[in-house]
């Protein structure tokens, strides 16, 4: 990919077309085989749709490219997996998932969890949130939290945009939209639970009243090689530990009062449409405005369900759309916040 990067760097000042140029040509090139996508926001939506495009496939982290654009991604997806599997429905690359392989600890679990099974006796999904910094304080006790106090995540180390969305849950609610769109359930399908102890990394429930679960001491560095190195298991250099050591398996229900942000987002998300752009957007700018202490902690929730009022629709926005939509958003709540640049 370096020469990708090299080319570019030839051609700074070339206008819009040069900057999508430079966002997919590391994805499309032939030496590449694999694209890992780290990147926050939905900068990385145009690459994803290159790299699967061009036959590429995708590790991804980034959970706002299928907030926004999931019903883009996933059918390109689909599309690679059907070409391989009119060649050799047996292959492990005849699935979606493989193609788009998602490096989350919860998608990661519950890819892990469904692989050998099929989707149709499935009963639901649940995944798992630590919940944050926040989870045994009642509603009324977030007003004057600080910034630092939201940063301050019991489990994982975390850049500050995905921490104060771990306190606020907009970060589960994404994980329903993302798991929506990887497996292919309704938001009916899918839940979410509190577990403190994080080693639980998400579950499966199937029709006959089991469960699968996939477990282990919280390290990012599993789920990662796991999506570079599927169908296989490789030794890991990644946290382990023995059973007794894990600690309380405690599961507890997710408390909405606890967590206004996460039905906001999932209302907007079953409703559809050209929402997903919108929710992103708007937290970035609700996030940013927190941390630069021009709101309270207890306002991300509305600012976030008045933009989706404000711009929602029910049409599935093309590439094009979703891109003005976000700079529509992001520039009217940015001016109306007196913020700048998003976390």
């Not at 977030?142 to 630092?148: C, E, L, M, S």
């Not at 106090?149 to 019991?154: C, D, G, K, R």
């Not at 009062?257 to 609700?286: F, H, S």
Request: hydrophobic share 45%; with cysteine; aromatic share 6%.
């Amino acid at each position: 990919m370096t020469k990708g990067y090299d080319r570019l760097r030839l051609q700074p000042s070339l206008g819009r077309e040069a900057e999508r140029a430079a966002e997919t040509a590391g994805m499309t090139l032939d030496a590449v085989d694999l694209v890992i996508v780290g990147t926050a926001g939905i900068v990385s939506l145009r690459p994803v749709l290159a790299a699967l495009e061009a036959g590429k496939v995708v590790a991804m982290a980034n959970k706002e490219t299928l907030v926004a654009g999931g019903h883009l991604v996933m059918p390109l997806a689909a599309a690679r997996a059907a070409e391989v599997a009119a060649r050799d429905p047996a292959s492990a690359m005849a699935s979606p998932l493989a193609w788009l392989r998602p490096i989350d600890s919860e998608h990661s679990a519950i890819w892990q969890c469904l692989l050998g099974e099929r989707i149709e006796q499935v009963r639901r999904l649940v995944l798992t949130a630590s919940g944050g910094p926040f989870r045994d304080r009642e509603p009324q006790g977030v007003a004057g939290v600080t910034p630092a106090e939201a940063l301050a995540h019991p489990t994982w180390q975390m850049g500050p945009k995905i921490t104060i969305d771990s306190a606020t849950l907009v970060n589960k609610a994404f994980e329903v939209i993302e798991a929506r769109w990887l497996y292919r359930l309704p938001y009916s399908r899918i839940d979410a639970v509190i577990h403190p102890g994080s080693i639980i990394h998400s579950l499966v429930e199937f029709i006959d009243g089991s469960y699968k679960a996939q477990l282990g001491i919280p390290d990012m560095r599993l789920p990662i090689q796991y999506a570079l190195t599927h169908p296989d298991r490789l030794p890991s250099p990644g946290r382990t530990a023995d059973p007794p050591a894990w600690g309380p398996m405690e599961l507890l229900p997710l408390d909405q009062r606890r967590y206004p942000a996460y039905q906001v987002v999932r209302a907007a998300a079953e409703a559809g449409g050209n929402r997903g752009t919108i929710l992103n957007a708007a937290d970035e700018v609700a996030v940013a405005a927190f941390l630069a202490g021009a709101i309270g902690f207890d306002r991300i929730p509305a600012l976030i369900d008045d933009a989706v009022t404000r711009w929602g629709r029910d049409d599935e926005p093309a590439l094009a759309d979703i891109a003005e939509l976000d700079v529509e958003v992001r520039t009217a709540l940015q001016r109306e916040l007196g913020v700048g640049q998003t976390a």
